[in-house]
């Protein structure tokens, strides 16, 4: 059983669809870190947040810690989100760390 | 800023030869990373660095090298490369450690 898992893998929406991935993870952890992977390859970092929830224009992600698990939510969905979402649990303590990460969901949002 | 810079940009290896991946950023930030990404699979860390000179193992160090002589530059070392290190390879730092990163745009491996 992997350690983070996402759900679900893929996700197709019209355009202006509420949209959400879920995320649960097994360790323990520090933070959870929300990523997006734009087509041409390229990561993007977009929260992370240890509690409660943050906000960044249409995009909302939420933590809950007791449960183990984390939902990043797009409002008005639009082609331009299409991309790979990917969540990463961050375990540290003192200076060593490691990211555990997720294998993505893609999201294809048609106009 | 450029931000995060890798070179190159792809790169094609035969089994057993070595090379550096470079690695620099111009955002004065102490953490910076090295991560691999296999098809279908999940980003895995290699190696990180907490600043010049501080180097530690992530969940996946074996057949790779790293140094951190000076705060911009981290790069990757690949001694005697193998056709399980075929995968794509991100460089990234962070201002603080563990948060928001910055990533490169990615180095494309293949080992044949």
């Known amino acids: 059983k992997n350690e983070v898992e996402q759900s679900p893998q893929n996700l197709t929406a019209q355009e202006g669809e509420f949209i959400t991935i879920n995320c649960s993870y097994s360790?323990?952890?520090?933070?959870l870190h929300w990523l997006q992977q734009h087509p041409g390859g390229g990561i993007v970092s977009l929260f992370m947040?240890?509690?409660g929830k943050k906000k960044h224009g249409r995009l909302i992600a939420t933590i809950n810690i007791q449960e183990k698990h984390s939902s990043l939510h797009i409002t008005a969905s639009h082609p331009r989100d299409s991309a790979v979402y990917i969540c990463?649990?961050?375990?540290?303590?003192?200076?060593?760390?490691?990211?555990?990460f997720g294998k993505g969901t893609k999201l294809s949002v048609k106009p | 800023n450029a931000g995060v810079t890798q070179t190159p940009k792809f790169r094609i290896l035969k089994i057993g030869q070595s090379m550096t991946l470079q690695c620099t950023q111009d955002?004065?930030?102490?953490?910076m990373y090295w991560y691999r990404q296999d098809p279908g699979m999940g980003l895995k860390l290699i190696y990180y660095?907490?600043?010049?000179?501080?180097?530690d193992k992530g969940e996946v160090p074996n057949g790779y090298n790293v140094s951190r002589s000076t705060t911009e530059d981290f790069p990757l070392r690949l001694e005697l490369a193998a056709p399980s290190q075929t995968s794509v390879y991100f460089c990234?730092?962070?201002?603080?450690?563990?948060?928001?990163?910055?990533f490169g745009p990615g180095t494309r491996l293949t080992v044949l």
């Open positions: 990234a730092s962070s201002y603080r450690g563990w948060n928001e990163q910055f």
């Open positions: 360790v323990g952890i520090s933070a």
């Open positions: 947040l240890s509690s």
């Open positions: 990463a649990a961050l375990n540290y303590g003192g200076s060593q760390g490691n990211l555990i």
């Open positions: 955002m004065n930030h102490n953490y």
């Open positions: 660095s907490v600043g010049a000179g501080i180097t």
